[in-house]
């Protein structure tokens, strides 16, 4: 065996080495991959093998694809047959709600590539003649799918891999990862040991494990997932077509044709078990080709639904049942990228789903791996999107609550109760108690909007009895002043005698030069690509205050303790600290009686910050808002928090203070055409793209990523972001949507809400350089005018905010 090697992949699977052959067709050679028995002979070999086009998240829809055009080509590309059946798929609507779901994913499939059209039952029964449309709407038809054998095309993508120079050992066991004082890896194994640079963990059902030898948690559950194949049909002998395969909320599962037979799998809504449960939920490390004893009882009630559905399967007897392992994140999308804390360490897991998005993850990540970016957003992919708080207590009620609802419509503001509430603030309860309904970010409750009591959302894609809720928010806001809890914020104090010195090399604009001075600023790639969207403030000539969105807070850690020297000291203070946001043009009113400190424009310039005392309570407060108006972040000693929210709201009684939540804010932000981040600020733009220069400070020496930007201002951009007017009725945008400039497709929205005060539908997107006017978005399958505006719809001067 290799001493050496560049990269060590450790699991043979799918996913393992659907990375191997990526890595290897980017150009890395030096490549092993290690497989503890056969491979395949984990989850893989058992897998049903669907690979559905149809996935309601816009860049997975991009991994399957991708693997959905990389399987046919197989056999040609490698000489090694992959059991590709391309025989398409159909997904069931019997409501209104799932149907308008259908018209959200073709929106985005034009951008992706994939053909997909909406059809009614005769259209149905055409391609299905055996399945009964009693209570049908409609389907989802995507002609360019279908399943594969799992084995065969593992081992078609094994072969491909090899031919490309990567090493592939079987029958051999990793028993240890040590992290090297180099910091290189010692990859240990019952056949000697490997010194490497990067470590993959593709361990499928033993991830967990792996990552626990370099003291990382994982978040995956393994899960019991059933399927069963019928006795051979007379209907499907002979037959000159193949059925396409269906999936079908109302049996929680799919159907298809396997063969001369039927094949039906179920997502039991309740029952489910979890794998090993009694071993601590991975299996033994001798543990091959591993099923579980059939449980026929615990799927029945869908079973019978399917059998309804597909009569012609009824009258076929059971010859197999196959209960295999399958893994499950919190989230349902697999760990794909960087593992927090650890350079060169990489996760490629979790995923449950694992063949329609082994070719995918592999090609994505590999990109990521070997040139330092992926070509598409991988926010939803990056195991980082997980913090602490993803226990194993925490992993398990989400896991469960994934497996059960995987057939489930994702339809907008649906909150997913389980393993909640996890990290709260004082203000959790009382705020509760006013009608704040919450939802889930990076682990924190953060209000979404306050409702009365017995108020009932009703979950759709158009508008719904949000809408009012979330207009007197943002009235309150624009017209007297609005508080919020924030404190769901990334918080760092960085300080020491090179913390000046590590901010200004991390990130692309220049720094606040006074003490009390406010930046924002953005984290680039060597590529120039955007990792991260910072506001600095300086509290002093060595101590600054980082904050950052919620969800990027591991990797804003990661960034600053990498670069971070002996003479910086790095501090996550998310937890110690809450945020209130007072903001609207009463906001002074409101907190002028509680402090000496000088809030008016001499004493307290915009986009600065100071350490004063709001009733009693000592505050970090910052004069910048993400909702256009006059106002402060109040950062605040948590155990403080309720102190000041009261002082703040009985001040506010006589200004008409108000409550308000996220949704008032995306709504607000947008008004003022404010970046997303993970939205319109993504892995695969640039500051350039994203039209955001001038947070770019070329001249101030070298920071990361600053060659890559100056190259492509030379060369020019592929892309740009547009911000405009939509002429929408009862819907807005969600992100996903096609921009069209007659019959061809020119970009794709990113993010979109309506504004209260402007009175418009408003969108971001990205589209063609050369794009002007004359633009549509695709909105739940009507086109709809795009006017572009060149300045935000609210207040473009920024006056309100320095009033």
């Known amino acids: 065996m290799k001493s050496h090697a560049k990269v060590v992949i450790v699991g043979g ?88 779901w259908f018209r959200h994913v073709a929106g985005f499939a034009a951008n992706v590539g994939f053909h997909m059209e909406i059809i009614g039952p005769d259209e149905i029964r055409r391609l299905n003649p055996y399945l009964k449309t009693d209570g049908i709407l409609a389907g989802a038809y995507t002609s360019m799918d279908g399943h594969v054998d799992p084995t065969s095309a593992c081992n078609a993508l094994a072969t491909g891999a090899r031919q490309m120079g990567a090493t592939i050992i079987r029958h051999t066991r990793v028993t240890d990862i040590k992290v090297l004082p180099s910091g290189e890896f010692s990859v240990m194994t019952d056949a000697g040991n490997i010194i490497c640079e990067h470590v993959v963990n593709a361990a499928g059902c033993y991830a967990r494990e792996v990552g626990k030898w370099v003291g990382i948690e994982t978040p995956i559950t393994n899960m019991e997932h059933q399927y069963l194949v019928t006795e051979p049909l007379e209907e499907f002998k002979g037959a000159d077509f193949e059925l396409p395969v269906m ?54 009630p869908w079973l019978e639904a399917a059998l309804e559905r597909m009569p012609i399967f009824a009258n076929a007897g059971i010859k197999r049942i196959i209960n295999g392992a399958i893994p499950h994140t919190p989230d349902g999308n697999p ?82 109760q389980a393993g909640r509430p996890g990290r709260t603030t004082p203000l959790y309860q009382p705020l509760k108690a006013k009608g704040a309904v919450y939802t889930e970010v990076y682990g924190w409750e953060r209000p979404k909007y306050f409702a009365p009591a017995g108020f009932k959302e009703k979950l759709q894609y158009r508008r719904n009895n949000v809408f009012d809720i979330v207009a ?32 200004d090399r991390l990130t692309a604009n220049s720094l606040p030069k006074r003490p009390g001075g406010i930046k924002l600023t953005h984290v680039l790639s060597e590529g120039g690509r955007i990792e991260g969207e910072w506001t600095i403030t300086r509290l002093a000539d060595d101590r600054f205050y980082v904050l950052t969105g919620a969800a990027a807070e591991r990797q804003a850690q990661d960034h600053l303790e990498h ?59 910052l004069r910048v808002t993400y909702v256009g108006e006059l106002g402060w972040e109040l950062h605040v000693a948590m155990a403080e928090m309720a102190k000041l929210y009261a002082a703040i709201w009985a001040s506010g009684q006589a200004h008409g203070i108000a409550d308000f939540g996220a949704l008032a804010v995306n709504s607000l932000r947008m008004e003022k055409a404010y970046r997303g981040y993970a939205s319109e600020l993504t892995n695969e733009i640039t500051l350039i793209e994203a039209d955001c220069e001038r947070f770019y400070a070329p001249g101030k020496g070298e920071f990361t990523g600053r060659a890559s930007i100056e190259k492509l201002r030379l060369q020019g951009v592929a892309t740009k972001l547009v911000y405009g007017a939509v002429s929408a009725t009862d819907c807005d945008i969600f992100g996903g949507e096609a921009v069209m400039q007659g019959d061809k497709v020119v970009g794709v ?42 300045e935000p719809a609210w207040d473009p001067a920024n006056a309100r905010q320095k009033a």
């Open 13 to 100: 699977g799918m996913m393992g080495v659907g990375l191997a052959y990526h890595l290897a067709q980017e150009g890395w050679k030096d490549i092993v991959l290690i497989e503890k028995g056969e491979l395949t002979s984990g989850s893989t070999w058992h897998a049903a093998g669907q690979c559905p086009s149809f996935i309601g998240n816009y860049n997975m829809a991009k991994i399957h694809h991708y693997s959905n055009t990389l399987y046919p080509r197989l056999e040609e590309l490698t000489g090694q047959p992959a059991g590709w059946h391309g025989c398409g798929g159909i997904r069931l609507a019997t409501t209104h709600e799932e149907v308008d």
């Open 247 to 300: 999936r079908d909320p109302a049996t929680a599962g799919y159907y298809r044709q396997e063969q001369n037979a039927g094949l039906i799998g179920i997502y039991e809504h309740y029952g489910s078990r979890e794998a090993w449960a009694g071993r601590g939920g991975f299996p033994a490390w001798d543990s091959q080709n591993e099923l579980f004893d059939g449980d026929i009882d615990r799927i029945a």
């Open 335 to 416: 760990l794909v990228g960087p593992a927090p804390g650890l350079r060169n360490f990489w996760q490629c897991c979790g995923a449950a789903i694992g063949i329609a998005q082994g070719a995918g993850t592999g090609k994505y990540l590999a990109q990521w791996m070997v040139h330092g970016d992926a070509e598409i957003n991988m926010h939803s992919l990056d195991p980082r999107r997980f913090g602490a708080y993803a226990n194993p207590a925490y992993t398990r009620a989400k896991s469960f609550d994934d497996y059960e609802n995987m057939f489930e419509t994702p339809l907008p503001g649906r909150e997913i």
């Open 472 to 503: 007197a928010e943002c009235r309150a806001v624009r017209e007297h002043v609005g508080i919020m809890d924030l404190s769901s914020f990334a918080k760092f104090d960085i300080s020491g005698p090179g913390a000046e010195a590590l901010l």
């Open 563 to 621: 670069a971070a020297g002996d003479d910086v000291t790095v501090a996550n203070v998310t937890d110690d600290y809450g945020t209130l946001v007072v903001a609207g043009p009463r906001a002074r009113d409101v907190l002028a009686p509680l402090t000496i400190a000088d809030l008016t424009n001499a004493g307290f310039r915009w986009l600065s910050g100071q350490e004063i005392t709001i009733a009693g309570v000592s505050v970090r407060a």
């Open 749 to 790: 929205c990113t993010s979109g809400a309506y504004g209260h005060a402007t009175r418009s539908s408003l969108a971001f997107a990205y589209v063609n350089p050369d794009t002007t006017e004359e633009l549509e978005v695709v909105i739940l399958g009507e086109r709809r005018p795009l006017r572009l505006l060149d």
